[in-house]
Structure formats: structure tokens, C-alpha cells
T-cell receptor, first 114, second 108 residues
């Protein structure tokens, strides 16, 4: 299957700092990328959907100014958690999809805010 | 988006026993997808069901889509320790709406 990478795989940051997470589709052009959040032993919650070259669409309850998403190219989307707080600690997973194909998930990034 | 409910939340079986997880929706689904997530890993696509009453098999896994396209099930025959993980169903719209998952624990 197609490959989606995420970087970093884990990150620890101090409260108040910002963290950027990258999501790349390695062998296909992803017209749409999705960002999910997963708390321990919980399901995946869609945060936002991004299409290349346009603004991301955020789900209800997700703060746009806190979770900045940029989809600069057909193979790269970034999620920046701004002014992180301990409650932002979570597992963030991206997925990518080309038109007509299923979503392929990245390996996830575990964020811990101290 | 289309919401799905999944039961049970947890299932603990002895190796060799069968396992079933159910996914239900109050609305008709266009299709449904199943994913497996190993502990510490990311969701891996298993299958997509589209047609009413569809049944698909992957070795020991049997997937069904209800006649009304409002429910689906995943059945594992003779579980093995490698089946351990959380199984999610997801309703496919523009994005995926995941059920809460069923965590399967298999003890040898």
C-alpha cells in the first residue's frame, strides 16, 4: 500500500512553546490530508481536513488559531500546535488520500507537553 | 458526518475462540471501512464494504454489511495472539467518522 510518513514520531515540549508536525505522502500525490487526534484507549477524532493550496476545514470545537494547518504541496501537510499546554498532549495522526482511493494513515506523533 | 456506534468496547478471549465486533448507525451508510490498530501503532486499512448484504472474507476474518446498510460486523474465527489490537469501523463520507473501537485481547 501507499506510504505516509510523519515527523517527528514523538516530541516533548514545554508549556507555552509551539510544535510543528509534518505529514508526507511518499509515493503518491495526496489531494486531501486529514489530521486526527487520539487520546489513550480512545477513538480517532477528526480535527481538520486540508486540501492542497486551500485553507483547512476545521471540525467543530477545534481551535483554528491553536492548531495551524498548512497544506503546501500535494505531498506535505503540517500541523502546528501553538502555545501548547498539557491538555494538548495526545497522539496526532495524519492521513492522506488521493482522489478515488482510501485513506492511508501515518504512524502518528506522540506529543507530550510538560 | 455519519456517526457509528461500536460494541463491545473490550473483548478478552482465549486463543482459538471466536470474536465479533459490531458497528451500527442510525442512518444508511454509503459504505463502511474497517481498520486495525495494534498497540502503539497507527490504524491500518482492512477492508471497505459498499453493497447491501455484502460479505467479504480475509483468511480468518469475515466482514458483513447489513441489508439496510446500517450495520456491519467483523468476525474473527479461531483468534490468535497476533489478532490483538483495536478494531475500528469507520463511516466513509468526505472524511472518516470512526467508531470508538473494540479492543481485543487474546491470551494464549
Amino acid at each position: 500500500g501507499a506510504v505516509v510518513s510523519q515527523h517527528p514520531s514523538w516530541v516533548i515540549c514545554k508549556s507555552g512553546t509551539s510544535v510543528k508536525i509534518e505529514c508526507r505522502s511518499l509515493d503518491f500525490q495526496a489531494t486531501t490530508m486529514f489530521w486526527y487526534r487520539q487520546f489513550p484507549k480512545k477513538s480517532l477524532m477528526l480535527m481538520a481536513t486540508s486540501n492542497e493550496g486551500s485553507k483547512a476545514t476545521y471540525e467543530q470545537g477545534v481551535e483554528k488559531d491553536k492548531f495551524l494547518i498548512n497544506h503546501a504541496s500535494l505531498t506535505l501537510s503540517t500541523l502546528t500546535v501553538t502555545s501548547a499546554h498539557p491538555e494538548d498532549s495526545s497522539f496526532y495522526i495524519c492521513s492522506a488520500r488521493a482522489i478515488g482511493y482510501e485513506q492511508y494513515f501515518g504512524p502518528g506523533t506522540r506529543l507530550t507537553v510538560t | 458526518g455519519q456517526q457509528v456506534m461500536q460494541i463491545p468496547q473490550y473483548q478478552h478471549v482465549q486463543e482459538g475462540e471466536d470474536f465479533t465486533t459490531y458497528c451500527n448507525s442510525s442512518t444508511t451508510l454509503s459504505n463502511i471501512q474497517w481498520y486495525k490498530q495494534r498497540p502503539g501503532g497507527h490504524p491500518v486499512f482492512l477492508i471497505q464494504l459498499v453493497k447491501s448484504g455484502e460479505v467479504k472474507k480475509q483468511k480468518r476474518l469475515t466482514f458483513q454489511f447489513g441489508e439496510a446498510k446500517k450495520n456491519s460486523s467483523l468476525h474473527i474465527t479461531a483468534t490468535q495472539t497476533t489478532d490483538v489490537g483495536t478494531y475500528f469501523c469507520a463511516a466513509s463520507g468526505y472524511a472518516l467518522n470512526f467508531g470508538k473501537g473494540t479492543s481485543l485481547l487474546v491470551t494464549p
